[in-house]
Every structure is written in C-alpha cells, then in structure tokens.
C-alpha cells in the first residue's frame, strides 16, 4: 500500500495538514488542496472546482486511492435568530460540499479506493447554537452510508472519523472564551482534549482497514456519554 496516492482536502491546516503529515509518513504520495496553503487551490461549493483538482490529480499522479474531506466551517446563533444565508453557507461547505468531493472521487477512484470524511461528535451530540454545524455533520455521517452502500460493489469503501474537542483554528476562538475548554473537559471521562495528530492517525487507520464501510468512528474521550457543553451560556456571559 505504500505506493498510494492521497488527497486531502481541507489540507492547508488544522486536522488536514495533520492527516496529510500522518498519510505521507504511512507511506503515501499526498496531494493537499484547500482555499488557501496547500498545494492544490479547491472550492468544496463549487463543483467545477472539485471537477478540475481531482482530474488533475489523476492526471499528474497517474492515479488517485484515498481521499479524506476535512473542510469545514461553524457558526453559533440560536434557531430563532438564526440568519438564513449563515445557515447555508455552513451547510454548502460541510454537505454539499462533502456531497460534491464523494460524487466525483468516486469516478477516479477504482477498486480498493476509499474516502474518508470529517464529521464531528455533533453529529450525534447537539449543542446549542450549533443548528447549522449539527444538521451538517448529522447530514454528512448518514451520506457516508448512503455512499458506502453505492459504493462498495465496485470495491470502493467510504467512512468518516468524529472528533471531540481539538483545539484547530477551527475552534481556536472558541476556546478563548471563558469557560468553554474546562466545561468540554469536564464532560469528557477521559478528562483532556483531543490533538491533531489522534485525529490523523484514526483516519490513516480507515485508509487500511480494509473490511471497514459505511462507519463513522466516535473519536472524542467518551464525550458522547456525556452532555454538551453549554456554549451559549458562556458566550452570554462573556460579551452579554
């Protein structure tokens, strides 16, 4: 398997970059791509945009067998208040978005291929604040199936990893708020953060496992067991 090609999209940082140092140490030739720091520029809601970089992709590296999505964006508003176009653009980039790079990966890759999503413990854990965020990631974990049950007749599996808390410039701003990292803590039993790199390395391991489809893997300290930190409230105490 070391002679792989990979593509990570969402690769300029954070959990990207990281997977894309955890897949070249695994042997694999990676291929980063993202709006911004990384070797291939790509818009996921744009889908001319994901048309061209897999293509070139195939077309400089002669093949293409895993692609892991990390991109992603967030916001926090409460339902009521929520502003529409906010709305849709969290949606555009974490399911649509992930919608267009699963379609057309799959018509590059071939059998024993695999894609790898990023979802988050919202998707089964709701937060409040987070509608846009938790409908996109609950939307992408029941996509990965939808897709892994099209695509493993022609040898192609598709799964997602769901992180916890990991402090990313994703969530970077978040955490600068009072309150929020300790009460994410504290309803983790494993008591810490996640890193980066634990997140890397769950991903290298749906790239090999290869009777492994159609499943999300929970990687958050057993946060899932427990409730959401009340981000919200925290944000109301911070700036009222």
């Not at 999209?9 to 694999?28: K, N, P, Q, R």
């Not at 291929?113 to 509608?131: D, F, K, M, V």
């Not at 929020?180 to 991903?203: C, F, K, M, Q, S």
């Amino acid at each position: 398997m070391s002679d792989r090609v990979a593509l990570v999209i969402g690769g300029g940082s954070g959990l990207g970059a990281a997977t894309a140092v955890a897949l070249a140490g695994d042997g694999c030739n990676v291929v980063t791509a993202d709006l911004t720091g990384a070797d291939q520029v790509v818009d996921v809601t744009d889908e001319a945009s994901v048309v061209e970089l897999l293509a070139g992709v195939v077309e400089r590296e002669g093949r293409l067998d895993v692609v892991v999505n990390t991109a992603g964006v967030s916001t926090l508003a409460p339902v009521a208040d929520h502003d529409a176009a906010e709305w849709r653009r969290v949606l555009d980039v974490n399911l649509t978005g992930a919608f267009l790079v699963i379609k057309h990966a799959a018509a590059h890759l071939g059998e024993g291929g695999c894609i790898t999503s990023l979802t988050s413990l919202n998707a089964r854990q709701p937060g409040a604040g987070l509608a846009a965020y938790c409908a996109s990631k609950a939307g992408l974990a029941s996509l990965t199936e939808v897709a892994a049950l099209e695509l493993g007749p022609r040898g192609i599996r598709v799964n997602a990893v769901a992180p916890g808390l990991v402090v990313t410039p994703l969530t970077a701003p978040a955490m600068d708020i009072p309150g929020i990292e300790d009460d994410y803590v504290d309803n983790t039993p494993l008591g810490r953060a996640g890193t980066p790199e634990e997140v890397a390395h769950a991903v290298v391991y749906t790239t090999r496992a290869t009777w492994l489809t159609g499943a999300t893997i929970d990687l958050n300290g057993g946060a899932h067991l427990q409730r959401y930190p009340d981000l919200l409230g925290h944000v109301k105490r911070a700036f009222g």
